[in-house]
């Protein structure tokens, strides 16, 4: 970037504006533009159909307070306060013609007042692509200080005209250096009070200083030295006064002539009176400075919320701006009383405080000020035919107050008040009327505020009384709704318990049955039991399952996520799900392009799949569609809060049927644990349950949308996965191989009959087995020298967990292999429902051969 504007334009936001977004700029805007922010002069551009401003940053300055909003506005609401003058300019340049500007006047208001100032600029017309006139380009540049000092100039040599042809005006002298004495005309004796025929004699400077105003005579006496001393010329504006007090101002102008050793010798000069326009300069000067005053109080008393304080810095201002002794404001409190508010005194007037009649100083001020007239008196000794001695007898000789007035009665009044004799100018008159009226709207408009405040003070307090109410009241319905969720969970509970007593009663009757009839056949010595230890391991299989689904639901159920493919898991499917889904449904595959990587634990997320499936050809017992689709899906904060889920990426896998579809009361309880539609014996109702289980544990969600006699959709919506992708590995299915006596395997398992039971098995596969009760004991055999290859323990036992013994036995035996196993994962090697990083876990009730496939599997690794 060249500069800062630059990168003003890149971030300002163009979106509403008729330019539009910058990348669709055509490029003759965009070269003009780099023609402007390259130029080091000032610059302004303007462009379009609205006339949006551009400019560099030598412009800045120009803009004054403008800048901060500058950028972007149209050209009109940037420059409204001198548009009327600008207007023509703008119009002709727009048609096509340039316009040239020379010294041209301009109030710009750089700093939100008024400014004189003057400026040569050109306007020229710039064009689009086309060829059409776009806009119009301004250079420019502030002429103010050559314009004031042509003027001054011009001023200076009217003067020098005016002084030679102004007869008795202008007085010409002759001072002799050396000689110290000054020879002048009649007419600069007339000025400086000088006998005529003295001045023509000589006299010595000093006598012509006399006639100086003192305050004006040390600047004069060091601009005749510099002059003297350095510059050679001098050139200056003072006071004179005479014997009577009346003073004059005159312009003097003289240059040194000097000797041919380079010493001025002597001192000629002209001087002329300039009262006339010197009492016309000082005037405006006094009027602007009146302005100004008024403004910066205005401005004061419109940030001020106190009245009192308003009217205090009100009558300071206004006194210390007069030079009185006392300014203050009062306010009646009915027909006979005022009460005075803030005042001001410089010391020599005591504070008027308090309460007082009306006519605390006499029925001529209260006459005057009841019908709304300005009491104006210099001595109140003597004006207004004596009838103002009540202030006199109050140490008040000069007054001014001004009744402030409301629909035609008096309500209150500003004063000004001089212990000693005062004549009040009609400036000073009409500059304290100004200023009682705008402090009476500005205490008016502070107390309107006030009386607000305190309204929505009260209807705040209102409003928080009735919020407490509110409150309580929600309490109580929230404390009702507890007591509600309280039931209703305590009966889903039971529904649970039950549903789970249900299905395991059923399946422990197989067990227990198929045992049974083992025994009775063994007891009679037949040999032919398989098929009731068949039937056993069958109960106990599906008894295991339904574990798995619980722990699903409950989102216990330990988890292996990573990068998953879904298009190509759901293609892998597919062959899968025809043939377990019938002739009668058709199945369709809709694979997103693009798809993110979900994820997620792959063996899981079959299973749902599946189960989304067979659910689905259930509902269609007649036949149908199912359609499994797959696609990108970005989760909006809305949804995320809904769905409580983190907000962002996530791949969709959806299971759409058109099936039966389910009615409003049955699709609030779809995710419902044991809640099923299905005949007895033909669903445990734990499978969708399983589905939002797995979901939830994943990071994810699901979402269900159904049609009576349309059919269903299940979303299910998996994390997007992020980081470096590791490739799956897999192993394929290769025999159980026998274990090896060397490899020494420790069981440590704090159930004897579940211990006993592993030892078992694992010396059955041809392991070396040892074992123990509990981790401290485990810890007690290997710190006594035992060797051990494996270990294989529970993770929740009392006292100590299984990880937590792991950890203390690798630090004995480094080489030592660990694999967990349990029902119940906790936290120990567990978080979130994902399994740590490189942990080797079996998960209960488990079979020998899936033992002996784990152990070998990390033996072998």
Known sequence: MRKITDREIAEHDWSGTSLGPIEMWPPALRSTLALMLACPRPMFLAWGSDLLCFYNDAYRPILGYRVETALGRPFREVWSNIWDEIEPLVTATLAGESRTMTDMPLDLRRQGVPEESWWTFTYSPV???????????????????????????????????????????????????????????????????????????????????????????????????????????????????DRSGNVRWVSAQGRCIYDADGHCTRFPGVSYDITDRMTSDLALRAAKAERDFVVELTARQ?????????????????????????????????????RHGGNWTDGTLAPLTGIQPVSGFGQRAEHDRRRGKTLVFS?????????????AETGVL????????????????????????????????????????????????????????????????????????????????AAAESQLRQLQKMESLGKLTGGIAHDFNNMLAIVMGGLNLAQRRLARGESDVGKYLDGAMEGATRAATLTQRLLAFSRQQPLSPEAIDANKLVSGLAELLIRSLGELVQLETILGAGLWKAKADPTELENVIVNLAVNARDAMPEGGKLTIETCNA?????????????????????????????????????????????????????????????????????????ELGHGTTFKLYLPRFWGEEMPAVRRAPVPVRQGKVTEIIMVVEDEERVRNNSVETLRELGYTVIHAGSGPEALAM??????????FTDIVMPGMTGRQLADQAIELLPRLKVVYTTGYTRNAVVHNGVLDPGTNFLPKPFGIDQLAAKIAEVLDA
């Open 379 to 391: 001595d109140s000794r003597y004006d207004h035919d004596g009838d103002l001695t009540p202030y």
């Open 127 to 241: 064009f689009d692509d086309n060829g059409e006139v776009a806009g119009l380009l301004c250079i420019t540049g502030e002429t103010t200080a050559l314009v004031v000092a042509e003027r001054e100039r011009a001023a200076a040599d009217e003067r020098l005209q005016t002084a030679l042809s102004a007869g008795n005006s202008i007085g010409v002298w002759d001072w002799d250096i050396l000689a110290d004495r000054v020879t002048a005309d009649s007419r600069f004796a007339t000025l400086y009070g000088i006998d005529p025929d003295r001045a023509a004699e000589g006299a010595p400077i000093t006598e012509f200083f006399s006639g100086i105003h003192p305050d004006d005579l040390a600047r004069v006496q060091g601009q005749i030295a510099e002059a003297l001393d350095r510059s050679g010329s001098f050139a200056s504006e003072y006071r004179l006064l």
């Open 634 to 706: 970005h989760v909006d904060d809305g949804y995320a809060r809904e769905a409580e889920i983190a907000s962002g990426q996530y791949v969709q896998i959806a299971v759409t049927d058109t099936g039966t579809g389910m009615p409003p009361e049955v699709l609030t309880k779809a995710f419902d644990p044991f809640f099923t539609t299905k005949e007895v014996g033909k669903g445990t109702g734990l499978g969708l349950s399983q589905v939002f289980g797995f979901a939830r544990q994943s990071g994810g969600h699901v979402r269900v949308y159904s």
């Open 398 to 477: 000069a007054g001014l107050c001004v009744p402030l007035m409301n629909e035609g009665h008096w309500q209150a009044g500003i004063y000004l008040h001089q212990a000693e004799v005062r004549h009040w100018t009609p400036a000073e008159i009409s500059l304290v009327k100004e200023v009682a009226g705008m402090t009476w709207l500005a205490v008016e408009r502070a107390e309107a505020l006030l009386r607000l405040s305190q309204r929505v003070d009260q209807q705040s307090a209102a409003l928080a009384e009735a919020s407490t109410e509110i409150r309580v009241e929600s309490d109580r319905r």
């Open 782 to 791: 290997i710190e006594a020298g035992q060797d051990v290859t494996l270990l």
């Open 302 to 338: 419109r940030v001020t919320a106190d009245p009192e304080t308003i009217i205090r810095i009100s009558a300071e201002a206004l006194g210390q701006r007069l030079g009185v002794h006392r300014a203050g404001f009062y306010r009646l409190l009915g027909p006979t009383q005022m």
